[in-house]
């Protein structure tokens, strides 16, 4: 069973509907009983760190995640990809879960603009589970904030005017930038085999 943790700043139906596409069983929930008996997490968000991280908190589901980010696979997406790191200077400087090593900066793509909207190639980097060898493969980005981490913790990097981390890891946290669930039959490959884990 994999739950995709509600917290009030996520795109959770739109997950939902493409997991249970792929056949995989899945429910929305805050429980933290039920975030416990899961067999794998997704952190979804859309908006603004700072307001996240609240609602995180707000939720009484902090403490909860990363406890079980030691123990089951658990996936970030978009804003929930960010929340894995550090801190983000999104609005001032706000502590995130800790769970990957760095921050979240302003992009600063060279010639492009802010945000970054639409398809962009996957550019592989390192070995990760959720990824297969084939190249040419695109996936949907929104985002204006991106990450600033080693590169040992990028499975998988984009071009726009700057290397953007697209798909990070530590052990069995694994954190997508861009939309797996509105990223065709690339994202819907990758949402399988992040439920096989």
Known sequence: MTVIIDYGAGNLFSVQNALEHIG????????????????????????????????????????????????????????????????SLEFGKTDGLGLIPGSVELMTPVGLPIPHIGWNELEKNIPSPLLTDKKGEYVYFVHSYAAVTDEKYVAAYCDYGMKVPALVQNGSVYGCQFHPEKSGETGLDILRRFAAL
């Open 24 to 87: 995989a069983e899945c429910k929305i929930s805050r429980d933290p009983s039920e975030i416990e008996t899961a067999d794998r997490l997704i952190l979804p968000g859309v908006g603004a760190f700072p307001d996240a991280m609240k609602m995180l908190s707000k939720a009484g589901l902090t403490e909860v995640i990363k406890e079980q980010a030691a123990k089951k696979p658990l996936m970030g997406i978009c804003l929930g990809m960010q929340m894995l790191f550090d801190t």
